[in-house]
């Protein structure tokens, strides 16, 4: 077990961070490790457990990413991935044995059975004719995830500023939310669904949780933890160290590890 607080794992160095740090990375985790059926392991997906990659139909997550955290879903009450994916994406990556919510939470697999949040599927039609009018102008840089929709520009950089307000204006024509994304954007149905509702609707009585991030979407997922630490539950707040990680969300988290390398390490201390 990584318990030296060296290597990739990293708490942060601030005055309120040590208040919070019992001196290393270890006595962070100890509370999930002694009680594991008591304990929430919740995770990001791009940019945590898979790299960033140029093509985003390419993404994998990294060697033993996948067996890491079935290992950790046979000791601990909830093991999940949380991620802007589409859940069945998530499941072709990492199986059915986790507890998977795509989309930002307005879908998930639990227990290989299929959940839509309120509300979401009274927008499929809205969604499906927004990605139609998208690929036109676009193409391939469109990604259809059923309930929601991204367009990519990460290998069309000179795209952006269409993509953009392509995005604006049919969010105000349609009342989808438009998001910001890494190299992207995003338009959701308007339900009031995030990282956090979903941390907080899985980790429900529990006594202790973590959750890994890397990007301003996972913002919501930490600040859910807040509000658990508030009502005396002991939480993790772990910031995946990339290029692209917003200095927001590492200013934010208990706990910085270097990359998707560094959050597998942390995973397998578990």
């Known amino acids: 077990m990584h318990r030296s607080g060296r290597s990739s794992l990293a708490p942060m160095n601030t005055p309120h961070r040590r208040q919070r740090t019992v001196g290393c990375v270890g006595d962070l985790l100890d509370p999930l490790r002694e009680r594991p059926d008591r304990s929430a392991i919740l995770t990001d997906f791009d940019g945590t457990l898979a790299p960033i990659v140029e093509d985003w139909t390419s993404a994998r997550p990294l060697p033993g990413a996948r067996e890491t955290l079935v290992d950790l879903a046979g000791r601990y009450a909830v093991v999940g991935v949380i991620s802007g ?35 979401a599927e009274a927008w499929r039609s809205c969604i499906e004719k927004a990605v139609d009018q998208a690929e036109a102008q676009f193409g391939t ?104 990680a917003p200095s927001v969300l590492l200013d934010e988290a208990d706990v910085i590890v270097d990359g998707p390398p560094g959050a597998l390490e942390l995973l397998r201390s578990l």
């Open 85 to 119: 994916r589409p859940a069945s994406y998530l499941a072709e990556q990492l199986g059915t044995s986790l507890r998977l919510t795509g989309l930002y939470g307005l879908e998930s697999i639990v227990r290989g059975e299929r959940i839509a949040a309120d509300g």
């Open 141 to 244: 840089l469109v990604e259809d995830k059923g309930l929601s929709m991204t367009v990519h520009f990460r290998t069309k950089p000179e795209l952006a500023a269409d993509v953009e307000k392509w995005a604006a204006r049919e969010a105000k024509r349609t009342g989808l939310e438009l998001r910001q994304a890494k190299a992207s954007v995003e338009l959701h149905p308007p339900v009031t669904f995030d990282k956090g509702t979903v941390v907080e609707l899985a980790v429900g009585d529990l006594d202790a949780a973590c959750f890994l991030g890397d990007d301003v979407g996972d913002l919501p997922a930490f600040a859910a933890l807040d509000r658990l630490r508030a009502r005396g539950l002991r939480t993790v707040k772990v910031g995946v160290k990339t290029s692209e």
